[in-house]
């Protein structure tokens, strides 16, 4: 979903990434004022860029997963951009997939609304989180097979355009999901489910939680650190058009049945610093250190780019 007062009102025809073009890329400062700047909050940053390309249609990335040097980025249309990069942040063997399967027909943007990632590092496996219907897919390792899906009871009610944005495979099999808008009668707490195993298997398998994120913001991703706790990413709009984006820990212990969590601060990323619709949050390894990437969603407007910025996680003290 994007918060803007450019969002569609009413379906639009959905057009597919072509065959796979060379992605250009940019590199971006975190400040402008000071290029030399990479602390923020808890996190140190790595780098990052701006990713271009002359199909039309690229772009839109509302979540990612980061395999290696592998880079999978879903976009809110039910494409797929996958690529190899390493630390000279030129992409190659660039892949471009339109997702097989899916809601409805697919000629419409709001038919393949596909929000959420998720990965399983030992089969391959990945799963889809689409609004609008609210339903959950899994796809092979290539993403070119659809395998299984669902529609949970428990996200029945969710909204059309607020539905399973943020959601993890975590380590132990079991999956987190946050609703991006509210459910229920306090518009303040987002909906949660941790269901206990692949959703699309067994749906009713799990406990419902809510999740209060910090007042105008809304969860757009989640990610597991090694701890097992969960990194969200969350953003709000302002106006006239201006992102402003946070990331907040979540500990792993607070997610109980019926419970209510909070997270804690870990960074804020808003004007002058460099800013955007950002919506997908992954973690890796590195060296020993915990690495976040964040990449955000242009809305296929030339006001917005797609960044994807890699930071470390500086240790606790």
């Not at 609304?113 to 391959?124: I, Q």
């Amino acid at each position: 979903m994007i918060l803007s007062p450019f969002a569609a009102l009413q379906p639009e025809w959905r057009y597919t990434l072509g065959p796979a073009r060379p992605i250009i890329t940019g590199t971006v400062a975190l400040d402008s004022r000071d290029p030399n700047r990479t602390k923020l909050g808890k996190l140190t940053y790595l780098g990052g860029v701006r990713l271009m390309s002359r199909d039309a249609v690229f772009g839109g990335f509302s979540d990612l997963a980061v395999i290696g040097d592998r880079f999978v980025l879903l976009s809110d249309r039910g494409g797929i951009v996958d690529f190899r990069m390493g630390k000279d942040w030129q992409p190659r063997d660039v892949r471009f997939v339109d997702l097989p399967g899916g809601p409805g027909l697919g000629w419409s943007t709001h038919e393949r609304d596909s929000e959420s990632l998720a990965h399983d590092p030992a089969t391959g496996k990945f799963w889809v989180g689409f609004e609008v219907v609210n339903e959950i897919w899994r796809y092979g390792p290539d993403l070119r097979t659809s395998e299984r899906h669902v529609a949970p009871p428990a996200m029945a009610k969710w909204s059309e355009t607020g539905g399973p944005e943020s959601m993890v495979r975590l380590a132990d099999g079991s999956f987190v999901v946050l609703s991006e808008l509210s459910a229920g009668k306090n518009p303040r707490l987002r909906d949660g489910i941790l269901f206990s195993g692949d959703p699309t298997e067994a749906p009713r398998h799990g406990f419902r939680f809510s999740y209060r994120p910090p007042r105008g913001y809304a969860p757009t991703a989640l990610a597991e650190l090694p701890d097992g706790d969960l990194l969200v990413l969350l953003r709000r709009f302002r106006m006239p058009f201006r992102f402003d984006s946070r990331i907040e820990r979540i500990a792993r212990a607070a997610i109980r049945p019926g419970a209510t969590v909070s997270g804690s601060e870990v960074a804020a990323l808003a004007a002058p610093l460099i800013h955007d619709n950002f919506e997908g949050i992954a973690v890796t390894r590195e060296n020993g250190a915990t690495i976040v990437w964040i990449v955000s969603d242009d809305n296929q407007l030339m006001l917005q780019r797609s960044l994807l910025l890699k930071f470390r996680l500086d240790p606790e003290r």
